[in-house]
């Protein structure tokens, strides 16, 4: 029987990739900041903080694991203190990029596009290559690739949906659903209404990944895990509009990134809008349905998925983000005024 450790187990895609792992007959060892909700004799828990550099040296060398899930995300100085413990002790490292990492250059996004990292001549944004969540992961992706080792796999999820998760454009559901369910309204660019998006189901990006574990073909190479059905901002809206009644005005760019961060607008939140959820985000994901052995007929669409995912959440199990909203309110009632 393989070992497994999965560092980060239990969130949007972890939650579902354990059990898959299990059904494929691995011993997982999941560490996480809580436990999944579910009991199996070749499964073991450990409620700890992964990103503790000394309790992780501990923990990756005491024990010899044949592939290790990393759900985590690091900075760049933490994963370069791990890169090479990663690789020197285990046959199979699965770390998690990021499709942020495509530029808007091909569609639809695979492997091989080209990305961000490699084509911007956007200085500004490049010089934050050490934070910005796009750029990090691609020099991250880099260590790698350029360690001079072919046992790891680069996973690349597109958006992805869970339990508790949801997106429409920058938005998640913290201030969006929150806001439906108290019958207010929500501002969404409209620079980014035509631009198609991808939003994955948890379960299915899940399965994919565990798919991948312990498996030769997946070593040294990237793969693109998500559903390829694509859906406009604008229809994804009104998709939330029928789930949760969800009323929203379309406003200028500027206007969305203002109540977001407040002044002076964050690069961050600027980029994520703009490198990110203004792109054409439509992906070929044939390279993991052929290796993972999956159909995309079988696949959640997003309306079911998400209409099944919403179903399970309660206003009380919502912590709104009250900055974000406050601002919100402030610029409905400024614009109500002005009209």
């Known amino acids: 029987m393989k070992k497994i450790l999965v560092l980060g187990g239990t969130g949007a895609m972890g939650r ?49 694991y044949d592939v290790i899930l990393d759900f985590m995300s690091y900075h760049l100085p933490q994963f370069k203190k791990r890169v090479d413990l990663f690789l020197e002790n285990t046959d199979q490292y699965m770390f998690l ?50 360690s001079g080792k072919k046992n790891w796999t680069i996973i ?16 998640e559901a913290n201030t969006f659903v929150y806001r439906a369910m108290t ?23 899940g399965v994919m990944i565990a798919r991948l ?8 190479e990237k793969f693109i895990v998500a559903t390829s059905e694509h859906n406009t901002w604008e229809e994804i809206a009104e998709i939330y509009r029928e789930i949760l009644g969800l009323e929203y005005e379309w406003v200028d760019k500027e206007d969305y990134l203002r109540i977001l961060s407040g002044e002076p607008i964050s690069p961050y939140i600027r980029y994520q809008l703009e490198y990110a959820r ?25 309306y079911d ?19 974000i909203n406050q601002r919100m309110d402030e610029y409905f009632e400024k614009r109500e005024k002005n009209a």
Not at 104 to 110: A, D, G, L, M, S
Not at 128 to 143: G, P
């Open 156 to 171: 690349l999820p597109a958006t992805t949906y869970s339990t508790g998760r949801a997106q429409l454009v920058t938005l």
């Open 16 to 64: 579902y990739a354990v059990p898959e792992l299990l059904r494929l007959g691995f011993a997982v060892d999941v560490v996480a900041l809580d436990m999944p909700a579910m009991v199996h004799e070749n499964l073991n828990g450990c409620i700890a903080n992964a990103m503790d550099d000394e309790w992780f040296k501990q923990k990756i060398t005491q024990t010899r």
């Open 278 to 302: 203004m792109f054409d985000r439509i992906t070929d994901n044939s390279k993991i349905l052929h290796v993972a052995n999956m159909k995309q007929e079988n696949l959640m669409s997003f």
């Open 305 to 323: 998925g998400m209409k099944m995912e919403l179903s399970k959440i309660t206003l009380d199990d919502i912590k709104p983000n009250e900055a």
């Open 97 to 146: 990029s990021s499709c942020r990492v495509y530029a808007n250059e091909e569609v639809p996004v695979r492997e091989t596009s080209p990305r961000l990292l490699d084509v911007s001549k956007n200085e500004e944004y490049l010089k934050l290559y050490e934070t910005e969540y796009s750029l990090h992961k691609a020099v991250e992706e880099n260590m790698l690739i350029e």
């Open 213 to 220: 574990a312990g498996k030769d073909e997946a070593l040294g």
């Open 183 to 205: 019958g207010k309204p929500v501002a969404i660019p409209i620079q980014a209404k035509d631009k198609p998006a991808t939003l994955s189901w948890g379960g299915d990006v």
